[in-house]
């Protein structure tokens, strides 16, 4: 059964950079049919895509972040990181990291299954 | 950036059925399939459909999803009191090179 641990500081100084990774297990980051995403819920609030990545490097970034992130994969540790710059109040959310089964210009585009989720405070 | 709009909540008795609505545009509900997920306190969300209608392994039969033009709805038949959570549609937006998007999420109380 695949699972998915995200990890990583829990609080993050403002314009500094929040760094998480997600550890990925029973299955392999190595395969050729999924995306590997990162996504998050500030408190209280709803669900934000912030990008994804194929083993062989392709990214994909939400627009309004795309300027301050980069994903990046590991596929000798199972691993995929989630870098964001400059952060503020504003990035203060629940972090998740998910499989994302994903064929660009198809209709296969979902997320699952998902981590139990990181929580970053960015203190004001 | 929620582009796809859904009602803050809706709510129903045991038994009833509920009917959850996700309104969007050419460029996301118009151009692709609609996923939702479903998200218990405290805890991750759950993809629930995909594909517009399909149900991943687990999800009872309950639980239908249908699209039309640029909406689409979540249907609960028999609603059950594990059944309340919140509910997020979701859609590829084919906008700005393209991007996920999802719902402004509804809170589905069972009464």
């Known amino acids: 059964q695949l699972q998915l641990q995200e990890s990583g500081p829990g609080l993050v100084r403002p314009s500094e950079t929040l760094s998480l990774t997600c550890t990925v297990s029973g299955g392999s980051i190595s395969s050729t049919t999924y995306y590997w995403g990162w996504l998050r819920q500030p408190p209280g609030k709803g669900l934000e895509w912030i990008g994804s990545?194929?083993?062989?490097?392709?990214?994909y970034y939400t627009p309004s972040l795309k300027t301050r992130v980069t994903i990046s994969v590991d596929t000798s540790k199972n691993q995929f990181s989630l870098k964001l710059s400059s952060v503020t109040a504003a990035d203060m959310a629940m972090y998740f990291c998910?499989?994302?089964?994903?064929?660009?210009?198809?209709?296969?585009?979902?997320?699952?299954?998902w981590g139990q989720g990181t929580l970053v405070i960015v203190p004001s | 950036q929620s582009v796809l709009t859904q009602p803050p909540s809706a709510s129903g008795t045991p038994g009833q059925r509920v009917t959850v609505f996700c309104s969007g545009s050419?460029?996301?509900?118009?151009?692709?399939?609609v996923n939702w997920y479903r998200q218990l306190p405290g805890t991750a969300p759950k993809l629930f459909i995909y594909n517009n209608n399909q149900r991943p392994s687990g999800v009872p039969d309950r639980f239908s999803g249908s699209k039309s033009g640029t909406s689409a709805s979540l249907a609960i038949s028999g609603l059950q009191s594990e059944d309340e959570a919140d509910y997020y549609c979701?859609?590829?937006?084919?906008?700005?090179?393209?991007?996920?998007?999802f719902g402004t999420g509804t809170k589905v109380t069972v009464l």
């Open positions: 050419n460029s996301n509900i118009g151009s692709n399939t």
């Open positions: 998910a499989r994302h089964p994903f064929t660009p210009g198809t209709s296969r585009n979902w997320f699952d299954p």
């Open positions: 979701a859609a590829w937006d084919d906008s700005l090179n393209g991007f996920y998007v």
């Open positions: 990545i194929h083993y062989r490097g392709t990214t």
